[in-house]
């Protein structure tokens, strides 16, 4: 496939703000770059991102949604995160399902040690957008004006 | 009249399409739909479409305009979707009815713009009906669907389409149609339209006069009790005109639009103060009341109704505006 | 059966043990049959039907029926059960106000199946057998009764009457169904033709509600999609974006509770095979999750308030995909 | 630009008065400075902040006034809450008049005035109440009762005490629900301060208020003998067009935008109460 | 609409290098609501802190938003300096802007853009925020402490002292942990045992701690300030209260062929025990896995020589539940498994040990007592080879651990130290990647050790070492002489690197701490808060954190105990007002939310609700305790109606940032 070098993907991760929050600043921290477009919204824990977050995301004009959180079994609060995978198994699986590209959803747990891994994640992630272009099949085309 | 062979029917579409864009009713019988001609569409072989011609005047959502807000300054920015002359073919007979209802009420003062541009815009070209569906009480109102109104009034049997203009305009589309010879259709087999189980629908009691009378009538609660509030009823509904305007935030700006909307919706008459409907029975009531009773009372006794026959055949439950009317009637012959 | 469904209507009326009865409502035809509660053996007798189109799903109207003062007796198909079992599950229908009878099911007819069969102006038919006669405008036609079956039917999950307090035509059993054959067939096609056949079908959808209203599932007391709050309300779909968003919310909020029944795709009037999205929804849940019914018992957790600590990862749906 | 009803102008509100805790009034005029439509006593005009939402208000100005629109408005709703929270040069989008109107120069001209308003109800008689003052040789005696919670509650006291009280054959009444130290008016509720007034029966009556109040008032009015027929009500529903299509303010065969808000309430009698 | 206003800092030049703050807070000032917006060069800086106040009050903000660094960082901070100005401190939204822009973009244009960006979404939530008041919850004024090492003790002795009750869980029979079994201590050189005991004993004696050993953390529950506990205590077949300690059923006790772990199985003791002569609490301790009498049911040779009649052997597991205010995890460290080193032959020759046995070997109260011979054959040794970094500093790979044990090379000098002070005649060896000795008098000792003791320190690795012919050749690469060298060793001493003990990843889980990819406990702040858990109320003392030396462990220990005497010293706890709440009207009551309540905090009323027509509806509607909601939001997902919403992290907040990102 031809990647667009012209296409700038807009990418919303969500991050739970215990472990992959933290392991965002940490990439930070040790100055590893990833690219401008990825952009964090902070959530309490991956369980509180609401499938109607990612389509709403898509709406307005994401052409790509991550959610990091901890890892299973290290969750701030205990089970938050295998409620989260199992959400978000089955929401991308509808969206696959309708024909969405599968590759514009995706869920990383990164844990707050993790500054590498955020940082290689998102720039692997950003690849992947790029290469689909631009998000045609989940667009409302009233926010591309 | 004209006529023109029914194995030119798609070189007659054809030769409309290259003027302005046509519909026809195509599609599937379960899912016909008013689409837009391409080569090689064929009509449907459904009696009528699942939706009604309404929507090519009154789409379900159109844009009204635009404002962009900066600071305290509004700028207004027109936003009309754009509307094109067009020809819609094949609408029956109480659909075109459909269109006498909606333009007393968009046309009268002040004038709907956006409903006026495409009634002015659209030329009906309707098609006369031979095989009615059980369903169908057209006739109980009125229309003969032997014998339709609209532009273009058309005919077909095995042969020929024969066609009619009723209209300045629709003098000027078929004069522009190269195809058409002289002719005239063969007189209407009527015999079936009188086997129609639903054509004495008992319509005398119903009008303005009657008004507190039915509206104060008990059976209301028992019609009502099973209707789930969704809005099938009104959205196939040819005559329905009820909207709402809407904002939309892109971020950027605010589109303002206007979708269709439901009395038989429980949010419809909700307001901050309290809801004048509280219940189903009463966005039940206003839905037929307004049908049979507040429009011909405001319209010289006009019904709100086509007698199309969509409601019988879409509402989840089979509630409808015959059931209501027989058990209105009923009670108050 | 609809003389037994009616005997025993007015015999539970008449022995106090309900001071309601939920049935059906005979129509203008054969088949517009409309739920309605019956108060009188006089009601009853003349209005009280039972026959192949009764495909309502009552358990619907029992959420409100049951919060009303006195006892209710309702008519439930297997099906119904299934929701009815559900809704008690979710606090929803107050069991001590409803007496459940389960009334066997040789699956239920679907008149647009008739229509779809080039039958014109259908009036009423005749014959309680596997042949039906037809009457219409436009003469007699006959028709094998299981190939105008509703499409839910012909692939029926299950006879069980589940939770009653008696049952009318013998208890059923769960059987061999290929319901998910669908589903599997749009799962072999490549992401760009399921985008295409999505496109086509919910392109249609006018949102009239009516799925969302009809489904046992979808009794919130605000729909989010009636919440100006809720940052999803819209009334009618302005593009394919707001159409997609709430069919895949209205599944994904049913997902785990919806029972199948098949009442959102029976009444669509645009008929969107709207119950695939649930369908896949179950299935999904079935491979990863384990086998799970909703309905079909009192205490399991719901799929989607549950969890395995070694359930798959999503990056799982990338995998598969890719085994195409 | 093509012109529709639905189409708004813009305004611009070009001072905010805080009338009580819960209720401003706002001055509204053109860009160009002028007052931007015309209209009768009781008509109505939707004004809408995009991206927030569009509401019908009474217009509380007299038609007299040729400088201004003068809307008092309370605070109950995403709407209100915008405004109250806004700011003067704040432009607004606005469209109108929309509905009758008080037929203040027909069944009006020559008769007595009894004006009854409970608290923002006030607002839509506001209009009224200016218009005859300045056509004061037009109408017989004018009797204004208004009540509300607290004195901190009455709408335009400032003005009422200042103008209305001092202008020659008008009474006015006024009272509040309970006592208050700084009060020394008359204490208790509308319907019965009205009857305790004990106005002639052939007075015309022009009433605005919470329901409670005009049901209870009405109840009052009717024990004294008051024909049906010479009083006068304004009605408030859910509008979205303000044209009598969209359909929300329809009552039997009436559109409430359109038709109304004013009804006399024999006219009220034919109607559903679905209001 | 909230009056919002907008500071940005520079963070010195950590931001403002690749962010043009100035128009950052130029774009900022034009977005709707925005009032003021400004750049300071630290903005944390109380002349920061002063201008943010004061524009509160000269413009009345409803609404702050400091784009700075991370929140983790200053969202503490800024909250209470618009508190003091009497803004809610809920009104405050921070924009990352250095962590997660300027940190890691080097293109100025790019670093401002995604900058005004994050500021235009944290405008956007501010726009909905709404002041929160944090609820009350109070405080019980216990602490358990995890793991009866000298961290363990030494946290506990700190709280204990301060007044507050705490309870040592302990899986051993014995408190001490492993500072029981070294021999002495660098850089003094003072024997543990001396300087360990009477800490044990202190703990024993001090009323306000309660050990409980041999025993483990079942489960916990609850959250800081109100956590339950489920302690099970090991059945150890003796009563407690009524053995003595007097050893005479460990000296009868006909099994005695047990690996003695105390010894590292370089030596055998009985199937009833106690592990050693100074253990704490010395009470014996019967082992199921080698008690003839309970695997078979013959033999109740303890229970006869018991005169206090203490012997059990019906006893039971118990499970014990106690509530805590404050949990310490320390649950110290263990050497590696030196099964994927076996090119040092580690299991192919008993002359090649860890350590940690050679502690023991040197311990006048182990196997040897205290004389070094070789366990193979029980000669003394003439040549030693250590060997450092087993395990430690290995990168990638699944061999080792990526990080330094940072213990090893100065027990290491001190073992070579000892080992030359005994015995002049040996050759030691010392094998070094690098020597690191950065503690007060660290390098001074390990100077001591190759100047005045002779040790031959070698930089280089081993490659292999052989053993043959009774003796052990090492082949080894001299780094600096550049030369492979051959030594015949009498013994090989490991210094194999350390890792937490296996029981730290369970009861991560339990306290739903977080840990790194080693399974050391994550700190709330890597120098901020190095003692602290990010889950609140769970501390970390020792080497379950990371490498310590005892020193270093006590030193954490006391901080731990600091910090848990400052929670109990509060009677209430200020609850995080982020919690969730359920909107009555749009409850459903289908308990979908209580089903994935992590902390039951959701329960059910009958509430009875105005109807249509003046009819009374009664719902079931779900209520949140706000005290014991930590707001997951795991219930607003839950919840198809949307009556659940978060508060601070509300459905629209986040729609908000969404909104304002993908523009």
């Not at chain 5, 019906?314 to 320390?330: N, P, S, T």
């Not at chain 5, 051959?486 to 090989?492: N, P, Q, T, W």
């Amino acid at each position: 496939m031809q990647v667009n070098q012209e296409f700038k993907p807009t990418i919303v991760a969500f991050c739970c703000n215990w472990c992959s929050y933290a392991g965002a600043d940490l990439s930070g921290t040790n100055r590893l770059q990833y690219p401008a477009n990825v952009k964090i919204i902070r959530i309490p824990c991956s369980c509180r991102l609401n499938p109607m977050f990612i389509l709403r995301a898509f709406q307005r004009g994401a052409d790509g949604v991550i959610l990091c959180g901890c890892h299973p079994g290290d969750c701030h609060y205990t089970t938050g995160n295998y409620y989260a995978r199992r959400r978000m198994t089955l929401l991308f699986s509808m969206l696959d399902f309708l024909g969405i590209e599968r590759e514009r959803t995706r869920v990383e747990w990164v844990s707050a040690a993790e500054g590498a891994k955020f940082a290689a994640t998102m720039n692997e992630f950003v690849e992947t957008v790029t290469k689909l272009g631009e998000n045609k099949r989940l667009e409302d085309l009233r926010c591309k004006s | 009249m004209k006529k023109c062979p029914v194995s030119q029917l798609d070189a007659l579409f054809a030769s409309v399409a290259a003027r302005q864009k046509l519909y026809i009713p195509a599609g599937e019988a379960k899912t016909a739909a008013f689409q837009p001609w391409q080569e090689g569409m064929k009509l449907t072989d459904a009696l009528n479409t699942v939706r009604s011609a309404k929507d090519l005047f009154f789409p379900q959502v159109e844009n009204l305009v635009n404002f962009k807000v900066t600071g305290k300054q509004i700028e207004i920015i027109e936003n009309r979707d754009p509307s094109e002359p067009f020809v819609v073919f094949g609408v029956r007979a109480c659909d075109c009815r459909s269109f006498d209802i909606l333009d007393k009420v968009f046309l009268c003062d002040p004038v709907d713009t956006y409903y006026k541009t495409r009634r002015e815009n659209g030329v009906i070209m309707t098609l006369a009906c031979t095989e009615p569906e059980e369903t169908c009480f057209c006739t109980a109102f009125g229309i003969d669907p032997t014998d339709p109104a609209g532009d273009v009034s058309c005919w077909m049997d095995g042969e020929n389409l024969y066609l009619r203009a009723n209209t300045e305009k629709g003098e000027t589309l078929l004069s522009e149609l190269p195809m058409l010879s002289d002719g005239d259709a063969p007189a209407a087999d009527k015999t079936v339209f009188d086997r129609l189980p639903l054509k004495n629908l008992p319509l005398d009691k119903f009008g303005g006069e009657h008004m507190m009378e039915l509206f104060k009538y008990e059976k209301w609660a028992g019609l009502a009790e099973s209707c789930l509030g969704c809005g099938a009823c009104t959205f196939v509904c040819p005559t329905c005109q009820c909207y709402d305007i809407r904002e939309f935030n892109t971020g950027d700006e605010i589109k303002r639009f206007r979708c269709w909307d439901s009395c038989m919706y429980s949010d419809f008459t909700l307001m901050s103060a309290g809801q004048p409907r509280p219940t189903q029975l009463e966005r039940f009531r206003q839905r037929f009341m307004h049908k049979l009773v507040y429009y011909p009372s405001t319209h010289d006794g006009e019904f709100g109704c086509v007698g199309c026959g969509r409601c019988l055949q879409k509402c989840p439950i089979s509630m409808n505006i015959v059931k209501v009317a027989k058990t209105l009637g009923e009670e108050t012959t | 059966m609809q003389e037994l469904i009616k005997a025993k209507a007015v015999e539970l009326l008449e022995n106090g043990v309900c001071d309601r009865v939920l049935g059906w409502k005979a129509g203008e035809f054969f088949y517009d049959v409309t739920p309605a509660v019956f108060r009188s053996r006089e009601e009853i007798e003349k209005d009280f039907v039972f026959g192949p189109f009764c495909g309502a799903n009552m358990s619907k109207y029992l959420i409100a029926e049951s919060r009303k003062e006195g006892k209710i007796a309702a008519f439930l198909k297997p099906c119904d059960t299934y929701s009815f079992q559900q809704l008690q599950k979710e606090h929803r229908i107050r069991r001590e106000n409803v007496y459940a009878v389960g009334v066997q099911c040789e699956g239920m007819c679907d008149i647009d199946a008739m229509k779809a069969a080039g039958i014109k102006g259908i009036l009423g038919a005749d014959g309680d057998g596997g042949t039906l006669t037809v009457h219409t405008l436009y003469g007699d036609k006959s028709v094998e009764r299981k190939t105008v079956l509703a499409e839910r039917c012909k692939c029926c999950k299950s006879k069980k009457l589940l939770g009653c307090d008696e049952i009318i035509g013998g208890q059923g059993e769960e059987l061999e169904s290929n319901r998910f054959a669908q589903v599997e067939k749009l799962e072999a096609m490549t992401p760009d033709e399921r985008f295409a056949f999505w496109r086509g079908e919910l392109s249609r959808c006018i949102r009239c509600n009516a799925c969302r209203n009809v489904c046992p599932a979808c009794s919130c007391e605000k729909c989010v999609f009636d919440n100006p709050a809720s940052g999803v309300e819209n009334k009618a779909a302005a593009n394919s974006f707001e159409e997609n968003l709430f069919h895949v919310i209205r599944a994904f909020h049913v997902a785990g509770r919806c029972t199948d029944c098949g009442e959102c795709s029976r009444v669509c009037p645009q008929h969107i095979p709207l119950h695939l999205l649930n369908r896949k929804f179950i299935k999904d849940i079935n491979e990863l999750y384990g086998d799970y019914q909703a309905g079909a018992d009192m205490d399991t957790r719901p799929p989607l308030v549950n969890f395995q600590t070694d359930d798959p990862e999503p990056s799982v749906v990338h995998e598969r995909g890719s085994e195409q | 630009m093509r012109q529709d009803p639905l189409i708004p102008m813009l305004a611009v509100v070009t001072d905010i008065r805080q009338d009580t805790p819960d209720v401003k009034t706002f001055r509204v005029v053109g860009l160009d400075g002028k007052k931007p439509l015309i209209h009768i006593p009781g008509q109505c005009a939707m004004l809408s902040i995009p991206g927030v939402g569009e509401a019908l208000f009474s217009i509380t100005s007299s038609p007299t006034n040729e400088e201004y629109l003068e809307f008092s408005i309370k605070k109950c709703g995403c709407v209100t809450d915008w405004l109250h929270a806004m700011e003067p040069g704040q432009q607004v989008t606005l469209r109108g008049p929309y509905g009758n109107g008080f037929p203040v120069d027909t069944d009006f001209a020559g008769k007595d005035l009894v004006f009854v308003a409970g608290g923002i109800g006030l607002a839509p008689l506001r209009s009224v109440i200016n218009y005859v003052r300045h056509f004061r040789d037009r109408y017989g005696s004018v009797d204004i009762v208004y009540g509300s919670r607290s004195k901190a509650d009455l709408v335009d006291y400032q003005e009422i005490l200042d103008e209305w009280c001092k202008e020659d054959g008008i009474s006015v009444h006024l009272t509040i629900d309970n006592p208050q130290p700084d009060w020394d008016g008359h204490v208790g509720f509308v319907p019965n301060y009205v009857k305790e007034l004990g106005f002639d029966t052939g007075k015309t009556v022009i009433m605005c208020g919470p329901p409670i109040m005009i049901k209870f008032t009405l109840a009052g009015l009717m024990e004294q003998g008051f024909p049906r027929d010479n009083i006068y009500t304004t009605l408030e529903l859910r509008m979205k067009c303000a044209l009598g299509r969209c359909g929300r303010c329809n009552i039997g065969d009436k559109f409430v935008c359109k038709d109304g808000p004013v009804f006399r309430l024999d006219q009220l009698d034919q109607l559903p109460d679905e209001y | 609409m909230q009056k919002i206003g907008v500071f940005v800092c520079w963070c010195g030049s950590n931001i403002a290098a690749t962010v043009d703050v100035q128009a950052v807070s130029d774009a900022l000032a034009k977005e709707p609501g925005v009032v003021f917006s400004t750049n300071y060069q630290y903005m944390c800086s109380q002349a920061g802190q002063d201008m943010i106040q004061d524009t509160i009050k000269e413009y009345g903000l409803t609404g702050v938003v400091v784009c700075s660094c991370s929140p983790r960082m200053h969202e503490a901070t800024f909250r209470k300096t618009c508190e003091k100005a009497g803004l809610n401190p809920y009104m405050v939204e921070i924009a990352n802007i250095r962590e997660q822009c300027s940190w890691i973009h080097k293109d100025k244009e790019t670093g401002t853009e995604k900058a005004i960006i994050l500021g235009r979404a944290a405008i956007a939530k501010v726009h909905l925020n709404a002041p929160l008041t944090a609820g009350q919850s109070p405080v019980t004024k216990r602490a358990l402490v995890i793991g009866g090492g000298i961290a363990g003790i030494q946290t506990a002795l700190d709280i204990a002292e301060a007044g507050f009750p705490v309870d040592i869980v302990e899986t051993k029979p014995t408190i001490g942990g492993k500072m029981t079994q070294i021999d002495k201590t660098f850089p003094t050189l003072d024997c543990a045992a001396c300087i360990l005991t009477p800490k044990m004993v202190d703990a024993a004696q001090n009323e306000n701690i309660n050990i409980l050993s041999y025993s483990e953390v079942e489960s916990v529950k609850g959250f800081v300030g109100n956590f339950t506990v489920t302690i099970r205590r090991k059945a150890r077949y003796v009563d407690e209260t009524k053995c003595t300690g007097c050893g005479l059923c460990t000296e009868k006790c006909p099994q005695k062929k047990v690996p003695n772990e105390f010894n590292l199985g370089l030596d055998n003791r009985r199937a009833i025990y106690i592990p050693f002569a100074q253990a704490v609490p010395k009470v014996a301790t019967i082992d199921p896995n080698y008690c003839t009498m309970l695997k078979t049911g013959k033999c109740g040779v303890c229970s006869k020589v018991c005169t206090a009649g203490a012997i059990d052997y019906k006893q039971q597991d118990e499970l014990i539940e106690r509530e805590y205010g404050a949990i310490v995890a320390a649950t110290g460290f263990n050497p590696i498994s030196m099964d994927k080193f076996d090119e040092f032959a580690y299991s192919q020759s008993p002359d090649v040990v860890t350590s940690l046995e050679f502690e023991r070997l040197m311990n006048a109260a182990g196997p040897t007592g205290g004389t070094l011979l070789r366990p193979s054959d029980g000669t003394h040794p003439h040549t030693l080879v250590f060997v450092q970094c087993v395990g430690s500093r290995c990168d990638g790979g699944e061999k080792g651990k990526p990080y330094c044990s940072k213990i090893c090379c100065m027990y290491t000098a001190k073992h070579a130290m000892l080992t030359r002070e005994k015995y002049p005649d040996t050759d030691v060896y010392v094998f070094y990647i690098d020597v690191r000795t950065p503690g007060k008098n660290f390098d001074e000792f390990y100077r001591r050790a190759v100047e005045e003791y002779g040790v031959h320190y070698i930089k280089g690795m081993v490659g292999k070492v052989v053993p043959e012919n009774g003796k052990l050749k090492v082949q080894a690469s001299d780094l600096l002489g550049g030369q492979q060298l051959h030594i015949d060793a009498d013994m090989v001493v490991l210094a194999a690197a350390i890792e937490p003990d296996k029981s730290a990843r369970p009861l991560a889980t339990m306290l739903t701490a977080s840990m790194d990819t080693n399974d050391f406990f994550t700190e709330a702040h890597p120098k901020l808060r190095p003692v602290e858990s990010p889950t609140a109320g769970v501390f970390l003392s020792g080497a379950c954190q990371g490498p310590k030396d005892i020193p270093d462990t006590v030193a954490q220990a006391g901080a731990a105990a600091a910090k848990v005497i400052g929670l109990l010293s509060k009677d209430q706890l200020t609850c995080n007002p982020c919690v969730a709440n359920s909107n009555e009207l749009m409850c459903n009551g289908c308990s979908a939310c209580e089903k994935v309540c992590p902390y039951g905090a959701i329960t059910y009323i009958d509430k009875d609700f105005r109807g249509p027509n003046r009819t009374t509806l009664r719902r079931r509607v779900a209520q949140v305790n706000p005290a014991v909601c930590q707001g997951c939001g795991a219930c607003t997902v839950a919840c198809p109606s949307g009556a659940m919403d978060l508060k601070g992290f509300s459905n629209a907040q986040i729609m908000a940032e969404v909104d304002a990102i993908c523009k």
